[in-house]
């Protein structure tokens, strides 16, 4: 069984061009057919459920050794307060 998520016709996995540009004919793809309003990157999604596991769970996946890292990197629930620019 391959060790990878996402994996070629033969079950190799992706270089990282490969992946890059198969990412890429497939967020054309969708915007073209109105399925996403927008671009976004395969990293949006690792934040995006990231951020979803938390508001179900209570509390973020291990992603990382240090859960401070997860928690500044992915989490998208956080409030910033920043003042203004006047």
Known sequence: MPAHVF???D???YTDDGFASTW???MAKALADKIIPRRFTFHD???YY???HKAQ???LPELHADS????KI???SRVSKRRGLG
Do not use: S, V
């Open 11 to 13: 079950g190799n996995a």
């Open 45 to 47: 999604l690792r934040a």
């Open 57 to 59: 769970y209570g509390g």
């Open 68 to 71: 401070k890292t997860t928690a």
């Open 50 to 52: 990231t951020t979803q």
């Open 7 to 9: 994996t070629t016709r």
């Open 24 to 26: 890429q004919r497939a």
């Open 74 to 76: 992915y989490d998208r």
